[in-house]
T-cell receptor
Framework: EAGVTQSPTHLIKTRGQQATLRCSPI?????VYWYQQALGLGLQFLLW???????NRGNFPPRFSGRQFPNYSSELNVNALELEDSALYLC????????????FGQGTRLTVV | QKEVEQNSGPLSVPEGAIASLNCTYSDRGSQSFFWYRQYSGKSPELIMF????GDKEDGRFTAQLNKASQYVSLLIRDSQPSDSATYLCAVNAPDSWGKLQFGAGTQVVVTP
């Protein structure tokens, strides 16, 4: 069974640009979560999508946004990139949003220069 | 106030010994508890989950939950060099379903 897949693996952007990160959940999972992990820091919750709706949001500015598609895949958009947005962005998926185990993808390493 | 707290370590453990990791949480209503292992530069890997008070064993790993004292622990028996990683405790509370709260992680170093 395929795990959570994220693309691209690495992404380099210039300050002020937009970045789009993609995530495909494990088959059968309807919930997708996004986390940010800056170098040497812990995982910070960004967004939770379930059944196509945004269910919960972390303490991030509105330039961090996303959506979930009918096939439950998801994308995270970061507008007006800032240097401090450089981090590992992790996507996770689970059954029955929030109530069961979540499994992570390999992450997208975003570097803003 | 941090919602999920762990000792940052590093926790140095001789090969073959037991590694004991602790995690405390502030939300008394928390119901789901998870342990993830994260190797440097990699994504977290789920290794244990526990929902009820008591012990849960899976291979060399044992998770222990005490809701009254608001702590969850992870024991790693017969520690191997491949167990050297950062272990993340995560907690999910009913009033924030979907928002797994992670601790900062405990770095474990298993020495041959």
């Amino acid at each position: 069974e395929a795990g959570v897949t994220q693309s691209p693996t690495h992404l380099i952007k210039t300050r002020g640009q937009q970045a789009t990160l993609r995530c495909s959940p494990i088959s059968g999972h309807t919930s997708v979560y996004w986390y940010q992990q800056a170098l040497g820091l812990g995982l910070q919750f960004l967004l939770w999508y379930d059944e196509g709706e945004e269910r919960n949001r972390g303490n991030f500015p509105p330039r961090f946004s996303g959506r979930q598609f009918p096939n439950y895949s998801s994308e995270l958009n970061v507008n007006a990139l800032e240097l401090e947005d450089s981090a590992l962005y992790l996507c996770a998926s689970s059954f029955i949003g929030g109530r069961t185990e979540a499994f992570f993808g390999q992450g997208t390493r975003l570097t803003v220069v | 106030q941090k919602e999920v707290e762990q000792n940052s370590g590093p926790l140095s453990v001789p090969e073959g010994a037991i590694a004991s990791l602790n995690c405390t949480y502030s939300d008394r209503g928390s119901q789901s508890f998870f342990w993830y292992r994260q190797y440097s530069g990699k994504s977290p890997e789920l290794i244990m989950f526990i929902y009820s008070n008591g012990d849960k064993e899976d291979g060399r790993f044992t998770a222990q939950l005490n809701k009254a004292s608001q702590y969850v622990s992870l024991l790693i028996r017969d520690s191997q060099p491949s167990d050297s990683a950062t272990y993340l405790c995560a907690v999910n509370a009913p009033d924030s379903w979907g928002k797994l709260q992670f601790g900062a992680g405990t770095q474990v170093v298993v020495t041959p």
